[in-house]
Nanobody, 124 residues
């Protein structure tokens, strides 16, 4: 499964960005999807996940500010990021794991497929 993330960029604190992750030619409907991020000098951290049925779960640091959604017709998962803070600066990665894995998936090692990452920079 090839994942292509896009939508990153430079934004001022308090602003918004929407990230997208598409899988050309493949269907997302049989996968649980997730977003992770990696700040400079830090490990990759869980941000949000969404099941095939639309159930969602968020890291505490983004809860109430970020929204994950999916379009199973367009084979795309989105991450709407609002009220951005400088500490949200990171490379953001999308990931996928077959639904047979079960439930909401928050661990990096449990995902089977990864996109290339898109850089989000939030200036103060």
């Amino acid at each position: 499964v090839q994942l292509q993330a896009s939508g990153g960029g430079l934004v001022q604190a308090g602003g918004s960005l929407r990230l997208s992750c598409a899988t050309p030619g493949r269907t997302f409907s049989r996968y649980t999807l997730g977003w992770f991020r990696q700040a400079p000098g830090k490990g990759r951290q869980f941000v949000a996940t969404i099941t095939w049925s639309g159930a969602t779960y968020y890291a505490d640091s983004v809860k109430g500010r970020f929204i994950i959604s999916r379009d199973n017709v367009k084979n795309t998962v989105y991450l709407q990021m609002n009220s951005l803070k400088p500490e949200d600066t990171a490379v953001y990665y999308c990931a996928a794991v077959p639904v047979e894995y079960g439930g909401l998936v928050t661990e990096t090692g449990d995902y089977s497929f990864w996109g290339q990452g898109t850089l989000v920079t939030v200036s103060s």
